[in-house]
């Protein structure tokens, strides 16, 4: 499948300071989902869009799905250390095929 | 969710040996997955491990350099053969529960000297 580009491919902020990734893909996306991988660890689920326009919230986390469903966000309202990772964005595809996005590294400072 | 084991955790091997990695899961599931990780990049996903029959590659993956084996809905093993320092990066099994939500498992860290 075709990997959906994410942006920026790294940030650095400050803790407290807000943080956003996007996601884009030039072709329609059936679903989107959201992974979090800590340094040294395994990708482990966020959530799963499947509507246009579907926004989720997970405490400071806000996931969003673009009203053409091509493209989404993630973001942390004011970031803290334990925030620090690589986030992926999926796109489903097919039930069986899994497209990783490129991923967007955050290091959170104090 | 599910839990998933996988072995060895870590390898240091030899140029042109081969190293099996085995990923056990808690319960049946169809859908099992192998991908590749390599130092800094996004994950790639090298076969899906098909329960009593060969597995679906994805291009760039043969069953020559990485046979793999599912002879139960709990249980695969991939294998990179005859490796080369290229090989040296994390291999992950993982599992599709829910349409869209994979688990993975702890990952494979494989150093080829």
């Known amino acids: 499948g075709q990997q959906v580009m994410q942006i920026p491919q790294y940030q650095h902020v400050q803790e407290g300071e807000d943080f956003t990734t996007y996601c884009n893909s030039s072709?329609?996306?059936?679903?989107i989902q959201w992974y979090k991988q800590r340094p040294g660890g395994h990708p482990v689920f966020l959530i799963q869009?499947?509507?246009?326009?579907e926004v989720k919230k997970q405490k400071r986390l806000t996931f969003q799905f673009g009203e053409a469903k091509k493209n989404s966000s993630l973001h942390i309202t004011a970031t803290q250390t334990t925030d620090v990772g690589t986030y992926f964005c999926?796109?489903?595809?097919?039930?069986?095929?899994?497209?990783f996005g490129t991923g967007t590294r955050l290091q959170v400072t104090l | 969710s599910a839990v998933i084991s996988q072995k060895p955790s870590r390898d240091i091997c030899q140029r042109g040996t081969s190293l099996t990695i085995q990923c056990q899961v808690d319960?049946?599931?169809?859908?099992m997955f192998w991908y590749r990780q390599q130092p800094g990049q996004s994950l790639t996903l090298i076969a899906t491990?098909?329960?009593?029959?060969?597995?679906?590659?994805e291009s760039g993956f043969v069953i020559d350099k990485f046979p793999i084996s599912r002879p139960n809905l709990t249980f695969s093993t991939l294998t990179v053969s005859n490796m080369s320092p290229e090989d040296s990066s994390i291999y992950l099994c993982?599992?599709?529960?829910?349409?869209?939500?994979?688990?993975f498992g702890e990952g494979s860290r494989l150093t080829v000297l």
């Open positions: 993982s599992v599709l529960r829910v349409p869209g939500e994979l688990f």
């Open positions: 072709t329609t996306l059936s679903n």
């Open positions: 869009l499947v509507k246009s326009g």
């Open positions: 999926d796109d489903t595809g097919t039930a069986s095929k899994l497209t």
């Open positions: 319960s049946q599931v169809t859908m």
């Open positions: 491990a098909n329960q009593g029959s060969e597995a679906t590659y």
